[in-house]
Structures are given as C-alpha cells and as structure tokens.
C-alpha cells in the first residue's frame, strides 16, 4: 500500500485495500462488471459510502452534448473508474482526468483488475484547485477592497 500525506490518502487506500481483496480472490480475467460488483460488496463489508454507476451531464459551451457514467463516487469525494484489461493506456488516464473536470472532483482512481497484479493510478484534477485557488484570492482581493472603504 502506498503511504502518503496528500487529500483523502485514508480514504483511497481504503479503497485501493478493497480492491486488492477483490482482486485477490477473483485474479484477472473476468468481465470489468464482475470486480465492479464485487468491489461494492467490499465496500459496503468496510462501511464505505458509494455511489455505483452515477451518470453525470456533459457540456460543450453550456449545451448538453451527452452524457457519462463513473463506475464509483465514493463518499462524494472520490472518483473510482474501473477497467478490466491487460493494460491500461493514456486514453484511460484522459478519460479519467475528463471525468474528474465533468463532475468538479479533485481526486480520482483508476484500478485495473485485468492484470495479473492489481493496477491503480491516483489522479488529481489540478485544474479544479487552481479554479479554487484564484476564486479564494479573488474573495480575499474582494475583502481587501471593502475593509479599505472604511
């Protein structure tokens, strides 16, 4: 288990710990929807919140082009997007980045059962902070301002 001090590392490893317990009984092989019904049996086993399959609206210029589905959001805080494959590629990482702006997360996994060790790669939507950074200077720059009007 990788240990770091980074936003929700608790939370990720717990998720990371289930899906290793997924990935160990099951091995590789199966179809993505089997480790994903697994996975939910495993995290509902640790007390995790989740939701499964959550469809989110896509926007291109504040129209509706479509829609996606993440295979988890746990605890409304992390993204998780399973694949099942014998090798996951940077059009996997993009589609998780993606998914990360669309639902205005900041942090997101993407664990692949379809190896014969269990893969994982931890995302962060840095995009999303900087978007919070400058609204947080703006507020301060805003506070600044009135103060100076008395």
């Not at 980074?6 to 009984?25: Q, R, W």
Request: proline residues 1%; aromatic residues 12%.
């Amino acid at each position: 288990m990788i240990k770091g001090n980074y936003k929700y590392s608790d939370l990720t490893e717990k998720i990371i710990g289930c899906s290793m317990k997924v990935h160990t009984f099951l091995g590789n092989g199966f179809p993505e929807v089997i480790y994903q019904r697994s996975l939910a049996i495993e995290l509902e086993k640790s007390g995790i919140n989740f939701k499964r399959e959550l469809e989110q609206d896509i926007y291109y210029d504040n129209i509706k082009v479509g829609t996606r589905i993440v295979d988890f959001l746990i605890e409304d805080r992390v993204l998780v997007e399973l694949k099942a494959l014998g090798e996951i590629n940077e059009n996997h990482y993009s589609q998780v980045l993606n998914y990360l702006k669309a639902y205005k997360l900041e942090i997101g996994l993407l664990i692949n059962f379809g190896a014969k060790s269990l893969q994982f790669k931890r995302f962060i939507n840095s995009n999303l902070w900087e978007n919070q950074r400058n609204q947080l200077i703006r507020l301060i720059c805003d506070y600044d301002a009135t103060r100076n009007m008395d």
